[in-house]
């Protein structure tokens, strides 16, 4: 669990950033800010290959801030629907003594 937040500060950003948070300055900016990385995707590519030589991008994220547990964050790199893979993760939420998973899938062309 995270600190001392309430439900009422839980906010998720995802998407195509367009953004390389494995950069120093942007994951530190995400951090202070109370921020952690749902789905870590820095080793595995969030896009195809475009060309030989290059393995593809880092450009999908998704940030969570607020009293959760994230686990199962992944990159769905066997699923060719658009020019971005699939990223998953789930939300576990504690209220009162129960907890409550959330499964958040985002597909940049789908929803």
């Not at 998720?12 to 995707?41: E, H, Y």
């Amino acid at each position: 669990m995270r600190g001392h937040m309430s439900l009422h500060s839980l906010a998720v950003i995802a998407g195509d950033l367009n953004l390389n948070a494995s950069k120093s300055s942007p994951a530190d900016a995400m951090a202070r800010n109370g921020f952690i990385n749902a789905a870590p995707t820095g080793r595995v590519a969030t896009t195809p290959p475009r060309h030989l030589l290059e393995p593809g991008r880092h450009i999908d994220w998704a940030f969570v801030r607020g009293p959760v547990q994230i686990d199962k964050g992944r990159v769905h790199n066997s699923i060719k629907a658009s020019d971005h893979y699939p990223i998953s993760f789930e939300i576990g939420l504690s209220m009162d003594t129960e907890m409550y998973l959330l499964p958040f899938r985002f597909s940049p062309d789908c929803g």
